[in-house]
């Protein structure tokens, strides 16, 4: 086996040095073939690497996907590298390969390669992973593009820096290009050229487009800079990437074929963002300078947006037919020739690419001391400014003077379709006159204009908006009256300053008409609405005047300047807080089934009469339907019969029977003056009233609080101001006070409080007795204050009844004997029973916390003859509850027999010689419960008493050495 190993390794390296052997010597073929490869004159020959030199080779089975010569380019520049690792040197004459031919000379020093798309001629020298060509030539077939300089291959990353020069046709100049595997960049400029036609094989654009590119100007090119990005993925140019600039020097340029060329020193060129700009530098057109011209191309490459803009500037120039033969070849024809006098024009044509879309003409001529023909009108202008905006001309500011007649300054627009004109004018002098009167006589008038120059002429006076149709009678529409108010006295009596009127005119002392008038200042309304408007009809005839609406709510009467007013469902409105110093016309108003609203009360009225003067405004009224917080005799008041006035901002209503006063002083103060009426207060309403002055003054007029709580009175005096309060009320000898002052300080004070008072106001017959004194002070937080009572009778309260039946019954639990003179005392007394309870003397301190609303009872004494009470508790105005600890004093007649008798007293009272217990009173105020430690009490009584029983002789001996002793003396 070993044998047979070393004879087949000897046999190959035989072969392989017979191999070396020929290839060293060079082996040369004729011809040969395998597959789809056809190769003749083949020589082959080693020497440190291989040499190759064919004559030919064709490729017939592998397709060509190459399709430019960038592609191609490319693709052979990345096998450079792996050829000449293997090939010392490769000559290939003709190289075919589906059609596509190549020649290719390849050293390690030189390249040369032929193909239908490039011929390369260049110096090579390799650095790492990247070709240097020092180029002879590159010539791009497909673009007929020769380029020359240093080439940067980096095939690893697929980067190709090229600086050099570029040849194309007669155009020379440097360039820079560097390209990656999407996109190249290049940058380039150029000496003299004739013209851009050349762009045409590299870019289509609209045929207006080209024209001006290519064919409207003519002088000698010179590009500065062009630089831009070429998409190698989707082979096409980035066309936002494209920046250049150019001149033109010698230059001349059409702006339309039908008229003659432009003569201009250079045109300054330049692309950017799609917009080509020709900028005319010193352009002259038939001896015109035209200073500041230019012609824009936007959107050059989009034929839906693109346009040419063609605007021309003149200065001191005349309007002309050389500037309107420019504007007559557009198919504008501007209705105005310059006689004489000088002219600063601009004209901007803007000529959309796409035939749907109109030309767009805008131009601003601007005249000094001019004759001027409009057609055949003439008229001498010392200043105008005519604007050029399509088929309409605008005339500004024109300072015209036409005969005689006429000098205002206008303001107008011609359309030059329909030969009519309109706008304003500024008339500083107008006058028509016959021989007696004159008819017209306006002065510094800005009216309206109209005139028309192709019909007959119809009269029309914008300046005071009317149309004027003479027939048998006289017809005037007058479409705006505000135009005509300061030459009409009739409309300056009725104040009627807009709307419109129809005239019918038999003579001046026979006109009917009808109208119809806004912008009116009564105060008049309808279904809540302001009446500003209305629809009337009427007659004048000689001093008398005539007007009702067309329904007949409204019929005005004037004569010798008296305004009669009849009203039917038709509103009186006077709002003060609107007030305005204006003064009102005379007016007297009569009125059936309306309102009279002041300010923010609404009166319905069966009738009423209404008399507006200029500074005073007086009325009296049949009132119904009233929504008042008053009463009378238990009944809400529904109706009032009233008078009042208005004048200065102050307004005055009283009843017929003066028994209700009211007075408003701007749009903050009210007084009012009530006699005989029941106030209703509701403190759940929120006060939204901007009044801070507020005064109220009742007589016999009684106050309900929240529909429950009556409180008497003879008299009442509230005052509220912004920052204070002040309440005072009396009845019969019962005085109440109530303030609070700046620094939110409540100070309250009631005297000789009267148990009709008390129970009127809870409409019970809570107690008996007229001598109650309160008191309390305090801010909100904490009002404290004591209630002083002095023989008084509890008759009606859920607590005390509770308790009273509480008491009657305790004494039997402790021993029915020992109750019986209690009993009989509480009897002859009268101090308590299950009907009330009599409070001799009582005192009641508390403090109440309005915020939190609790009132807290710090001490509550009360010496009654049957009983008396001592403790204190907390009432929870949220829930209506109570909770009180209460000491009950009771058994005092007992107390008394016994306590008369020495060492008994003290066996049977104690210390303090009274019988007491605790109670706890809780729960709600209309039935509170009660629960006591008396029963327990009650046992403990025995053994307390054996108790003192025990301890009584000391007491006795104590009792005897006081009989020795005088009382001191008081």
Avoid: C
């Amino acid at each position: 086996m070993l044998k047979a190993i070393k004879l087949l390794f000897f046999f190959f390296l035989i072969i392989t040095s017979l191999i070396f052997s020929v290839l060293f010597l060079g082996i040369k073929i004729n011809s040969f073939s395998f597959g789809n490869v056809l190769i003749s004159q083949f020589y082959i020959k080693i020497d440190k690497k291989l040499i190759v030199d064919i004559e030919n080779i064709e490729i017939k089975s592998k397709k060509s996907n190459v399709k430019n010569s960038y592609e191609d380019l490319k693709k052979n520049i990345k096998q450079l590298p792996l050829v000449l690792k293997i090939f010392q040197k490769i000559d290939v004459r003709r190289l075919k390969i589906d059609g596509n031919e190549f020649t290719i000379a390849l050293n390690e020093e030189s390249l040369y390669l032929d193909n239908k798309f490039i011929n390369v001629s260049s110096k090579l020298d390799f650095i790492s992973n990247q070709v240097v060509f020092d180029l002879y030539s590159l010539y791009l077939k497909d673009v007929d593009l020769m380029l020359t300089g240093k080439v940067k291959v980096d095939y690893f990353n697929e980067k190709l820096d090229l600086l050099g020069k570029y040849y194309y046709k007669d155009l020379l100049g440097d360039v820079t290009l560097n390209m990656n595997e999407n996109v190249a960049h290049f940058y380039l400029d150029s000496q003299e050229f004739e013209s851009l036609k050349f762009l045409k094989k590299f870019f289509r654009l609209s045929p207006i487009a080209e024209s001006w590119m290519y064919d409207n100007v003519e002088g000698k090119l010179q590009l500065n800079e062009f630089y831009g990005s070429f998409d190698l993925v989707k082979n096409k140019i980035i066309e936002k990437s494209l920046y250049g600039k150019a001149v033109i020097k010698d230059a001349k340029i059409r702006f339309h074929k039908n008229i003659k060329k432009i003569d201009t020193k250079q045109i300054d060129v330049e692309f950017e963002d799609n917009k080509l700009s020709l900028n005319l530098i010193k352009p002259v057109f038939e001896n015109i300078k035209i200073d500041g011209s230019y012609v824009h191309i936007n959107n050059i490459a989009s034929s839906k947006n693109g346009n040419v803009v063609v605007n021309i500037e003149a200065k001191k120039a005349k309007l002309d037919s050389r500037i309107l033969n420019i504007l007559k070849a557009y198919d504008i024809n501007l209705p105005l020739v310059q006689k004489t006098g000088n002219t600063n024009a601009n004209v901007k044509l803007t000529i959309p690419y796409a035939i749907n879309k109109s030309m767009d003409t805008k131009g601003k001529f601007i005249l000094s001391k001019s004759n001027i023909l409009l057609q055949d009108f003439p008229f001498y202008t010392s200043k105008a400014t005519v604007i050029l905006d399509n088929t309409k001309v605008k005339v500004i500011n024109a300072d015209m003077k036409h005969k005689d007649m006429i000098h205002a300054n206008l303001d107008f627009v011609i359309d030059t379709k329909t030969s009519s004109a309109k706008g304003n004018a500024i008339i500083k002098s107008f006058l028509i006159e016959d021989k007696k009167d004159k008819i017209v006589h306006i002065t510094n008038k800005k009216s309206p204009l109209f005139f028309s120059y192709k019909d007959d002429v119809n009269i029309k006076l914008d300046s005071i908006n009317t149309d004027i149709k003479i027939n048998d009678n006289i017809y005037v529409d007058i479409n705006n009256l505000s135009s005509i108010y300061q030459y009409s006295d009739l409309l300056q009596e009725l104040s009627i300053k807009n709307g419109n009127l129809s005239l019918n005119i038999k003579d001046e002392n026979n006109i009917t008409f009808n109208s119809y008038i806004k912008g009116l200042e009564f105060p008049l309304e309808q279904n809540s609405k302001k009446i500003d408007a209305l629809k009337v009809q009427g007659l004048i005839k000689n001093d008398y005047i005539k007007v009702n609406t067309l329904d007949n709510n409204i019929k005005v009467e004037v004569k010798n300047k008296q305004i009669n007013i009849s009203l039917n469902n038709t509103d009186v409105v006077i709002n003060t807080k609107e007030s305005s110093s204006k003064e009102l016309p005379l007016l007297n108003v009569s009125a059936r089934n309306a309102k009279f609203k002041l300010d923010n009360d609404v009166y319905d009225v069966k009738t009423a009469k209404v008399k507006i003067a200029p500074t005073l405004i007086s009325f009296t009224a049949d009132v119904r339907n009233l929504d008042l917080p008053l009463k009378k005799d238990a009944k809400l008041v529904k109706a009032l019969k009233i008078k009042g006035n208005y004048s200065n901002n102050i307004a005055n209503i009283e009843t017929i029977d003066k028994k209700i006063k009211v007075k408003y002083t701007g749009n903050s103060k009210l007084d009012v003056n009530i006699n005989g009426y029941d106030v209703l207060v509701n403190t759940s309403k929120k006060d939204e009233s901007k009044i801070n002055d507020l005064n109220i003054e009742g007589v016999n007029s009684n106050i309900i609080l929240n529909e429950k709580f009556k409180f008497l009175a003879d008299n009442f005096s509230l005052r509220l101001r912004d920052k204070t309060k002040y309440f005072h009320l009396n009845h019969k000898k019962t005085d109440f006070t109530f303030k609070e002052s700046k620094d939110k300080v409540i100070d309250i004070f009631a005297n000789d409080i009267s148990d009709i008072f008390i129970n009127t106001i809870f409409s019970k017959q809570i107690l008996k007795g007229n001598n109650i004194l309160f008191l309390a002070k305090g801010k909100a937080e904490s009002i404290k204050g004591k209630m002083i009572l002095k023989d008084v009778k509890i008759e009606d309260l859920a607590i005390l009844n509770n308790l009273l039946l509480f008491i009657n019954t305790s004494p039997a639990l402790i021993n029915p004997l020992l109750a019986i003179p209690s009993v009989v005392g509480m009897a002859s007394n009268g101090g308590f029973n299950l009907t009330g309870y009599r409070i001799v003397d009582g005192v009641l301190n508390f403090d109440y916390h309005q915020d939190k609303k609790l009132l807290d009872i710090t001490k509550l004494v009360t010496v009654g003859n049957g009983i008396d009470f001592d403790g204190s508790g907390t009432v929870d105005i949220n829930d209506g509850t109570i909770k009180s600890n209460i000491n009950l004093i009771f058994l005092k007649d007992y107390s008394k027999i016994v306590g008369a008798i020495p060492i008994v007293n003290y066996v049977l009272l104690g210390k303090d010689k009274r019988v007491e217990t605790k109670v706890n009173i809780f729960g709600p105020l209309d039935n509170p419960k009660i629960s006591t430690n008396l029963t327990k009490d009650a046992f403990s009584v025995p053994l307390n008493i054996a108790k003192r029983v025990l301890t009584s002789p000391i007491e006795f001996v104590d009792f005897l050495k006081g009989l020795g002793k005088e009382e001191p003396k008081k």
